[in-house]
């Protein structure tokens, strides 16, 4: 037995010297970077959560009910717009300084942007700066209702400094304001397509058009766009991207959204386009969009100028899913032709 233990240790010691000399495996190069992204996923996903919670607590302060406290100390700071930026002023600033509520600090900014002089809307800009975001919001949102054009400017800075929390606010501030340009300079001067992105969507709700279509031939620029042209009713924008030659998922995408719109011209744009097209994607996407609009006459139309048999199978599917007249038209037709 001894020659057998003997050679069975041997073995064993001499894979442990070989597992001791073989390096651990590397991870691959296409390994590190999935690794690296997914780790740059989870804290944007962690970053965002935070300031989802930190929304909802100041979303919870601004709307609970005042205590008898601050329903005064409310009441009083009412009083002071009617009275002169010179004796309201100390008194904004002592408010600000001292322990009242988030609650009644934040009036007090709203108040202060209600007094056209420089002293306060440099208390306001100081506030936009805050460490406390409750009072940094309101501070930004006052600056957006009090339109003084040199603070809006001001908000530059805070913008190019904040984070998307604080990017967000500003952006929301010169929608107030209706200061297309500054959102129009955020977007072309955006550091990530996220960025981009919120601020062409903001242009959209400011029906800043022209703003937009400036934008159109920027890379990285179609998800937001879409949304931005969406969000206005922005047909010619939509077709825009339709017709380009930017991305096929991006195109197929705005002929969709253009079901969106629920209207004749839309409707009749998205005929158009699945007529004028030999792309399989887009077809498949207006015929979407169609869905969408709810449009069983144009899609009956189609069908019934089809040429195919699998083209005229899509377009029948497309009419079952819309259940109207004209789906049962096309289904009757369908099974005359059977005979």
């Known amino acids: 037995m001894k020659p057998l233990n003997t050679m069975v240790l041997a073995l064993l010691v001499a894979s442990s010297a070989m597992s001791a000399e073989s390096p651990p495996q590397q991870p691959g190069a296409a390994e590190r970077a999935q690794r690296a992204q997914d780790a740059e996923v989870r804290a944007q ?83 936009s700066r805050s460490g406390d975001s409750a009072l940094r919001q309101e501070a930004i949102r006052s600056i957006g209702i009090g339109g003084n054009p040199e603070s809006l400017a001001a908000l530059q800075e805070t913008y190019r400094n904040g984070d998307e929390a604080v990017k967000e606010q500003v952006l929301q501030a010169w929608m107030i304001a209706g200061r297309k340009e500054d959102v129009y300079q955020a977007a072309i001067n955006a550091r990530s397509e996220a960025e981009a992105n919120q601020a062409i969507r903001m242009l959209g709700v400011m029906g800043a058009f022209n703003e937009l279509r400036k934008l159109s ?61 030999n792309a399989p994607e887009l077809k498949e996407a207006a015929r979407q969009g169609m869905l969408i609009s709810g449009d069983d006459e144009g899609v009956l139309a189609l069908y019934r100028s089809a040429k195919t048999t699998d083209e005229k199978r899509e377009l029948l599917r497309t009419l079952s899913m819309i259940d109207g007249d004209a789906a049962l038209q096309a289904i009757d037709a369908a099974l005359e032709e059977k005979k």
Not at 89 to 118: E, N, Y
């Open 217 to 277: 031939d920027r890379p990285n620029a179609g998800s937001g766009l879409i949304d931005a042209y969406t969000i206005g009713g922005d047909l010619v924008g939509l077709r825009k991207i339709v017709d380009g030659n930017g991305d096929m998922s991006i195109r197929s995408e705005a002929v969709r959204r253009i079901g969106t719109l629920h209207n004749d011209a839309s409707r009749a744009a998205l005929r158009e386009i699945y007529s004028g097209t």
């Open 45 to 127: 996903a962690q970053a965002q959560r935070a300031r989802d919670a930190e929304r909802a607590r100041n979303d919870r302060e601004s709307q609970r009910a005042p205590t008898e406290q601050e329903s005064l100390a409310l009441a009083a700071l009412e009083g002071l717009m009617a009275q002169p930026p010179e004796r309201a002023l100390p008194i904004i600033k002592k408010v600000l300084a001292g322990s009242q509520s988030t609650l009644v600090k934040r009036r007090a900014l709203f108040v202060l942007s209600q007094l056209h002089v420089p002293e306060a809307q440099q208390l306001l800009l100081q506030a």
